[in-house]
C-alpha cells in the first residue's frame, strides 16, 4: 500500500507545534538492541518495517538507556531522570505521584491519552499509569499453533497482535480525535516467532532475530490501519526501547543484570506525518531520559521540570542542515541495582559513565580488578578491551564521576511509595524469568 504522507522537508519538523492535529503513537519494543536492526548496519534483514521508518524520518545513531532492567529504565524514560534521583531502582520501588509525567503534559494540552501494555514491571501499580485516561493490558487471546515461544523461562499469556488488535479498535473509535496512544510489546522479550517468521537459525541469538521480524511484521500491521484511516498524515510514530539483550559478551546472557553497552544500547526512531527526502541522522550521543524533553519541544507544549535529559532540537537541526553543534560534554549514565529483585540484600548499584570517548563500568559493590572497568568507548563499542592501565587519570576522574552520581539528591517530588508485590504480581513477573525473592 502507498504511503499517503506528503514529502516534507526539515523544516516541517521545527513546524511541527503549529499542528493542531498531530498525534503521537509512542511504541516500546521491549529488549530490542539497536544493533539488530538493519537502520543500524545489521546484515540480516530483522527489520523492513522499521527501517522504512528510518529511511525517510529521523534516527539517533547513538543512543542507550539508563537500565537493563525495564522498571528501572522506564521510569528513568517517563520521568526524564536518572535512576539515582527516580528512587525506582528496586523491586518494590514505584514512581511517586507528584511526578510530572509525559501523559499528564499531554492530556492537560488537549490529547487523549491511551496505553496498552503487557510487562507487569509499567503496571499502573508502580506509578506507570499517571495521565492516561486509559491504562490497559489487553485480555489474551489464544496463540496459533504456527507461534513459537521460545524464551527459556515460563511464557506470558497472549502475544503482541492483541496490543496490534487492541490499538486498532482504538483508533477505529477515537481516531476522529488528537491523541497519544502508548503500546508496550513483548514478544521480542519473550523470543516469539511464527513460521513465516523463523529466518535465521535456531540458537537463542537467531530466534531473538526471528522475534523481532515477528514484531517488525505486526507493526507493518499497525501502520497499515493507520494508513487505511487517513491518520499517518498527521501522526508522529516514535520508536523506542527500555534495554538490549546479551549474548556472552561479557558472560551472561539475557538482561537486568549488568549495564555493559549490549544491554543498553537502543534503537530510537521518529516516523513523521511527512516523508523526508532522505533519512535523518544524529550521530551525538543521545539516551532514554532525553526522549521526552526532545518530543514535547517539538510539540510545543510544556517541558518536564527539573529534567536530566535535554531536548535534542538543536542536534536534529545540526543534522538537518549539516551544521556543527557544542560538544556535549556532560557525562551519561546508566544504572541497575545487582540486588534490585532480592529485598533481604543491602542495594548493590552499578554504574556506567560515558564521556567523551571513554566508558567506565563500576560496580559499588564490587572487589578487585573488576570494581571499575574503563574501555575506549568510542573505538571500542563491544567494551572488549580494558584500559585501565593505559589510562589512569582517566579511570580515576570518571571513578569520581560515578561516585558523586551515587550521590545526587532525588528528584524534586522525592521519592515514590514502596509497593508490597502480592502474589498474582510475583507469579506475573516469574513469568517473565525474573528472580525475585
Given at each position: 500500500?502507498?504511503?499517503?504522507?506528503?514529502l516534507?522537508?526539515?523544516?516541517?519538523?521545527?513546524?511541527?507545534?503549529?499542528?493542531?492535529?498531530?498525534?503521537?503513537?509512542?511504541?516500546?519494543?521491549?529488549?530490542?538492541?539497536?544493533?539488530?536492526?538493519?537502520?543500524?548496519?545489521?546484515e540480516?534483514?530483522?527489520?523492513?518495517?522499521?527501517?522504512?521508518?528510518?529511511?525517510?524520518?529521523?534516527?539517533?545513531?547513538?543512543?542507550?538507556s539508563?537500565?537493563?532492567?525495564?522498571?528501572?529504565?522506564?521510569?528513568?524514560?517517563?520521568?526524564?531522570?536518572?535512576?539515582?534521583?527516580?528512587?525506582?531502582?528496586r523491586?518494590?520501588?514505584?514512581?511517586?505521584?507528584?511526578?510530572?509525567?509525559?501523559?499528564?503534559i499531554?492530556?492537560?494540552?488537549?490529547?487523549?491519552?491511551?496505553?496498552?501494555?503487557?510487562?507487569?514491571?509499567?503496571?499502573p501499580?508502580?506509578g506507570?499509569?499517571?495521565?492516561?485516561?486509559?491504562?490497559h493490558?489487553?485480555?489474551?487471546?489464544?496463540?496459533?499453533?504456527?507461534?513459537?515461544?521460545?524464551k527459556?523461562?515460563?511464557?506470558?499469556?497472549?502475544?503482541?497482535?492483541?496490543?496490534?488488535?487492541?490499538?486498532?479498535?482504538?483508533?477505529?473509535?477515537?481516531?476522529?480525535?488528537?491523541?497519544f496512544?502508548?503500546?508496550?510489546?513483548?514478544?521480542?522479550?519473550?523470543?516469539?516467532?511464527?513460521?513465516?517468521?523463523?529466518?535465521?537459525?535456531?540458537?537463542?541469538?537467531?530466534?531473538?532475530?526471528?522475534?523481532?521480524?515477528?514484531?517488525?511484521?505486526?507493526?507493518?500491521?499497525?501502520i497499515?490501519?493507520?494508513?487505511?484511516?487517513?491518520?499517518?498524515?498527521?501522526?508522529?510514530?516514535?520508536v523506542?526501547?527500555?534495554?538490549?539483550?546479551?549474548?556472552?559478551?561479557?558472560?551472561?546472557?539475557?538482561?537486568?543484570?549488568?549495564?555493559?553497552?549490549?544491554v543498553?544500547?537502543?534503537?530510537?526512531?521518529?516516523?513523521?506525518?511527512?516523508?523526508?527526502?532522505?533519512?535523518?541522522?544524529?550521530?551525538?550521543?543521545?539516551?532514554?531520559?532525553?526522549i521526552?524533553?526532545?518530543?514535547?519541544?517539538?510539540?510545543?507544549?510544556?517541558?518536564?521540570?527539573?529534567?536530566?535529559?535535554?531536548?535534542?532540537?538543536?542536534?536534529?537541526?545540526?543534522?538537518a542542515?549539516?551544521?556543527?553543534?557544542?560538544?556535549?560534554?556532560?557525562?551519561?549514565?546508566?544504572?541497575?541495582?545487582?540486588?534490585?529483585g532480592?529485598?533481604?540484600?543491602?542495594?548493590?548499584?552499578?554504574?556506567?559513565?560515558?564521556?567523551?570517548?571513554?566508558?567506565?563500568?563500576?560496580?559499588?559493590?564490587?572487589?578487585?580488578?573488576?570494581?571499575?572497568?574503563?574501555?575506549?568507548?568510542?573505538?571500542?563499542?563491544?567494551?572488549?578491551?580494558?584500559?585501565?592501565?593505559?589510562?589512569?587519570?582517566?579511570?580515576r576522574?570518571?571513578?569520581?564521576?560515578?561516585?558523586?552520581?551515587?550521590?545526587?539528591?532525588?528528584?524534586?517530588?522525592?521519592?515514590?511509595?514502596?509497593?508490597?508485590?502480592?502474589?498474582?504480581?510475583?507469579?506475573?513477573?516469574?513469568?517473565?524469568?525474573?528472580?525475585?525473592?
Amino acid at each position: 500500500e502507498a504511503d499517503p504522507r506528503p514529502l516534507g522537508t526539515p523544516d516541517d519538523i521545527a513546524r511541527l507545534a503549529e499542528r493542531d492535529d498531530l498525534n503521537i503513537v509512542f511504541i516500546l519494543i521491549d529488549t530490542l538492541r539497536a544493533d539488530r536492526l538493519g537502520a543500524y548496519a545489521y546484515e540480516r534483514e530483522t527489520s523492513p518495517v522499521l527501517d522504512a521508518l528510518a529511511a525517510d524520518g529521523l534516527r539517533f545513531g547513538h543512543h542507550m538507556s539508563q537500565s537493563s532492567w525495564t522498571k528501572c529504565s522506564m521510569a528513568s524514560m517517563w520521568t526524564a531522570h536518572y535512576p539515582v534521583r527516580t528512587g525506582v531502582t528496586r523491586s518494590e520501588d514505584a514512581i511517586s505521584s507528584e511526578a510530572n509525567m509525559p501523559a499528564e503534559i499531554l492530556q492537560e494540552a488537549g490529547y487523549k491519552t491511551y496505553a496498552l501494555w503487557r510487562n507487569a514491571w509499567v503496571g499502573p501499580s508502580f506509578g506507570f499509569s499517571q495521565g492516561f485516561e486509559v491504562y490497559h493490558s489487553p485480555r489474551p487471546s489464544r496463540v496459533p499453533a504456527s507461534v513459537r515461544r521460545e524464551k527459556p523461562t515460563i511464557g506470558m499469556a497472549g502475544t503482541d497482535r492483541d496490543i496490534i488488535q487492541s490499538a486498532s479498535d482504538f483508533l477505529r473509535t477515537h481516531g476522529n480525535q488528537k491523541f497519544f496512544l502508548y503500546l508496550h510489546l513483548m514478544d521480542v522479550h519473550q523470543y516469539v516467532y511464527d513460521e513465516d517468521t523463523a529466518l535465521f537459525g535456531t540458537t537463542y541469538s537467531d530466534i531473538y532475530d526471528n522475534s523481532i521480524r515477528w514484531v517488525d511484521r505486526l507493526l507493518g500491521v499497525l501502520i497499515e490501519d493507520l494508513n487505511r484511516r487517513g491518520l499517518r498524515e498527521k501522526t508522529l510514530i516514535v520508536v523506542a526501547s527500555d534495554h538490549g539483550e546479551a549474548f556472552g559478551e561479557h558472560g551472561r546472557e539475557g538482561h537486568a543484570r549488568d549495564v555493559y553497552s549490549e544491554v543498553v544500547t537502543t534503537p530510537l526512531i521518529l516516523s513523521f506525518p511527512f516523508r523526508l527526502p532522505g533519512p535523518l541522522v544524529v550521530d551525538e550521543p543521545s539516551e532514554n531520559v532525553d526522549i521526552w524533553p526532545t518530543l514535547l519541544d517539538l510539540l510545543g507544549v510544556p517541558a518536564i521540570e527539573g529534567a536530566d535529559g535535554r531536548s535534542l532540537r538543536a542536534e536534529i537541526e545540526a543534522a538537518a542542515t549539516g551544521g556543527e553543534v557544542a560538544g556535549d560534554s556532560e557525562p551519561r549514565f546508566a544504572h541497575i541495582d545487582q540486588s534490585w529483585g532480592r529485598k533481604k540484600v543491602e542495594p548493590q548499584p552499578m554504574v556506567a559513565v560515558t564521556e567523551g570517548p571513554y566508558r567506565l563500568v563500576f560496580r559499588s559493590a564490587g572487589r578487585g580488578p573488576r570494581r571499575a572497568e574503563l574501555y575506549e568507548y568510542a573505538s571500542d563499542r563491544r567494551e572488549s578491551r580494558r584500559i585501565d592501565q593505559d589510562q589512569p587519570d582517566v579511570r580515576r576522574r570518571m571513578l569520581e564521576l560515578a561516585r558523586t552520581y551515587l550521590e545526587e539528591a532525588p528528584a524534586s517530588w522525592g521519592d515514590g511509595p514502596e509497593i508490597e508485590l502480592n502474589d498474582a504480581q510475583l507469579q506475573q513477573l516469574r513469568a517473565l524469568g525474573y528472580e525475585i525473592e
